[in-house]
Nanobody
Framework: QVQLVESGGGLVQAGGSLRLSCAAS????????AGWFRQAPGKEREFVAA????????TYADSVKGRFTISRDNARNTVYLQMNNLKPEDTAVYYC?????????????????WGQGTQVTVSS
């Protein structure tokens, strides 16, 4: 497993932007697929975006497609989530996840390493 620490969350007005970062340590991060999930109060954790180990392939939930971009810098052992045109319904705790794998992964059960989460709040 790899250790993950998220940062970059905060309070933003609707239409604004935030960039989340997920710093990995403990293993060779370039061997790991990574993803972002989110969990709103009273709801299940849901998939947001995923990226394969090289960064060449990405996939997104329909609810964020065209607004969010996942990327990674393996030299810095970091995965990013750029969030633009934020909406109040994007309010949630955002979690970074990783697993040693070649392809991207899209369900919570696919991942075995998780960060502690970072709060994103979008006001209307």
């Amino acid at each position: 497993q790899v250790q993950l620490v998220e940062s970059g969350g905060g309070l933003v007005q609707a239409g604004g932007s935030l960039r989340l970062s997920c710093a990995a340590s403990g293993r060779t991060f370039s061997n790991y697929a990574a993803g972002w999930f989110r969990q709103a109060p009273g709801k299940e954790r849901e998939f947001v975006a995923a990226i394969n180990l090289s960064g060449s392939t990405t996939t997104y939930a329909d609810s964020v497609k065209g607004r969010f971009t996942i990327s990674r810098d393996n030299a810095r052992n970091t995965v990013y989530l750029q969030m633009n045109n934020l909406k109040p319904e994007d309010t949630a705790v955002y979690y970074c996840a990783a697993r040693r794998a070649t392809l991207y992964l899209v369900t919570t059960l696919d991942y075995d390493s998780w960060g502690q989460g970072t709060q994103v709040t979008v006001s209307s």
